[in-house]
Nanobody
Framework: QVQLVESGGGLVQPGGSLRLSCAVSGIFLSGNRMGWYRQVPGNRRELVAL???????GFGDFVAGRFTISRDNIKNMMYLQMNNLKPEDTAVYYC???????????WGQGTQVTVSS
């Protein structure tokens, strides 16, 4: 059974930082595409950052160099380091693994990030 469990969300002031973690079990990160998405109620889920199966990186336009995505293939973990957070970054953040062989997408349950003074 594939499970993705996010952690690290919370309340932070504008300009602050958070590091999100995603523990993955039941599927190997190596060789698959993984990423972070976010969603605000009433809006569609949007891409924050991803790592392709080949190790390339991609980011949503709004990131503008503030976030870093990384993975640890040995621990089967992925991370999202978010710096210089803005109130508009407030959302539920989800980690995702796209299984290349089957085309199936796996999602975590989400972790709330709130940026407010």
């Amino acid at each position: 059974q594939v499970q993705l469990v996010e952690s690290g969300g919370g309340l932070v002031q504008p300009g602050g930082s958070l590091r999100l973690s995603c523990a993955v079990s039941g599927i190997f990160l190596s060789g698959n595409r993984m990423g972070w998405y976010r969603q605000v109620p009433g809006n569609r889920r949007e891409l924050v950052a991803l790592i392709t199966a080949g190790g390339g990186r991609g980011f949503g336009d709004f990131v503008a160099g503030r976030f870093t995505i990384s993975r640890d293939n040995i621990k089967n973990m992925m991370y999202l380091q978010m710096n210089n957070l803005k109130p508009e970054d407030t959302a539920v953040y989800y980690c995702n693994v796209h299984h290349i062989a089957t085309g199936h997408d796996y999602w975590g349950q989400g972790t709330q990030v709130t940026v407010s003074s």
